[in-house]
């Protein structure tokens, strides 16, 4: 995914302080470049900017919701080369996480899943 | 039919009877004529008079029988449709079969106007002359009758915006307009399947029916069914009549709602709180003396039985509201069961526990909700856990192949057992082990959701327990291949399931 010296970029849209202080200094510590974004707007204006390998986006966030956010940046952004991981502590309705699903490429319940365990996860990507 | 055969005969008999009449007035004339010059030649034109009366006369009377015989289908007929239209005074039927003349077409034509008076109660047809059938067109509530392919024969206007559509219903296949969902009951389909098994005629209602035109928002019906058993080819087999009461049940729909967000408050703390424990356990956790790292620990599983809990409460919700469907994918059992009772060490630990899995070699492959099949091994064992005392430090998981090729795990603890009066409602929502209520914690959920998860499996959940000896738990799952197709996942194959989520299988090789 990556050429080895450049940081692998994360984009974590994520309004919950305490999770994006958890998500990040995680991430940093495995070598990723983290960025935070703290709304739908401000989480779709970096997205667009298509310089992230992976965004972590969370549905429950002020403006834009992101389930939205999500259908934006796959039907104007075709070419987006970032990862989408849902990272979410809402539990979907069947119909609603089928529509998630063909959207993006992984979904995990915050409350299930240690910063180590999401980090172990992206680092899975990162190698093949 | 014999329409023009019936004519035909009206006309020769109308022939008949005035080549008839002619020929026989000729001779009754000239008889009397006759008589008349013999007896009475004084007064011929007094003579003559008599002789025309008594001529009209019997010509009026012969007239009026044939006439009367001539028209007696065309009053039979009448009489028929008077006899179904609504009238305040009740006409009887017409005695079709003491007609001479045309009776078979009278028959037949008698038995259109039955068939026809008889579709005039259904509202697609624009005869709606009788009350009946208008009041049904009026009922502000959906009325729908289906034939024995579940295609639409009728339906009230009402019907028709219940299915959102402008569109005549009739023909259409019911289940091609509704999405119709049942809770804990048996469906419409097999309903009617019995019926055509066993009964002539049957009756049922169904509360808190989801019934939906595709794509529109959810609506709840009370839903009463009416089978009858078909005779004609275009006839009603069942009658459906559907009251809307979205706005009663919509409640449940907002508890789960509220559930949901509910859960989602409960878990971004645990998220927080699991998050930044880990952190202690790794920057602090070498640095920490054996009591303090057991403190970390219990921490950590205390989370984690949270977090199980808040996942329980969750799922029964969701499954009171048949909004739980599992996706049923080929797994290794045994893998799975290892990384779930793995991830219970942890919690077995802290209470003092040990967990000891055994599972043979060569298991078929099982079909199974990874996630969901865990959440039953997880409320097993947290009860297994539980449920042990102190000095009980083991817990046995075993798997094995019943006699009817299925795979059987058990959870078995040395603890304080259950006692019998518990054991009839062990599995109910709520149920506790109330002997043990002031010391064990528990809602009273797990089982009753375990239960759940293995039926929606296919599989059966059993239990034996002695009191002070310990408890045993056992469910089955099915091998992949016994799965009916129906239940086997179906275009998600390429999404992994995990207990946390699930990933896109592509997107690990996708670059």
Redesign the interface.
Known sequence: ?QISDTPIKVLCIED?D??SE?YS?ALEKEGYEVRIAKSGVEGLAQAKTNTYDIILLDL?IPDILGVDVLKTLRHEMPDLKA?IV?TT???E??EAREDI?RQ??????????????LVQ?LN??KT? | MGGPGYLEKAQKAIRLYLIGWLLLSGVILLGLWWASITWLDEKPLVTLGFLAGTWILVSLIVGTFIAKQVTKPLTALAQAIMHVSPSPLPIPAPEVEKLGLAKELVTNLTHQVYEYASHSADPTLQTQSTPAATSIQQLPVCVIGIGSDANIVFANPKAQEYAKTKEALAGKSLYSQFDIMFKHDITLEDWIKQCRASAVTAQKVWHGVRMTSYGEEARYCDLAASYTKQVGQNNAEVVLVAFDETEAYSGEEQELSFIALAVHELRTPLTILKGYVEVFEEELGPGLNPEMQSFMQKMQAAAENLTAFVGNILNVARIEQNQLSLKLTEENWKDTLTNVVNTMQMRAKVHGKVIQLTIPEGLPPVGIDKVSIAEVVINLLDNAIKYSPHDKTLIKVNVAMTKDNLVETTIEDFGVGIPETVMPHLFEKYSRNHRNRSYIAGTGLGLYLSKALVAAHGGNIWVRSKENEGTIFGFTILPYTNLADKDKSGDNSDITRSAHGWIKNHSLSRQ
Do not use: G, H, V
């Open positions: 995914m919950e305490f999770i958890l200094r429950m990862k849902i502590n809402l539990q309705s069947d699903e993006a490429d992984a979904y995990f319940i915050k409350a299930e899943i240690t910063p180590k365990q996860f899975s990507l093949t």
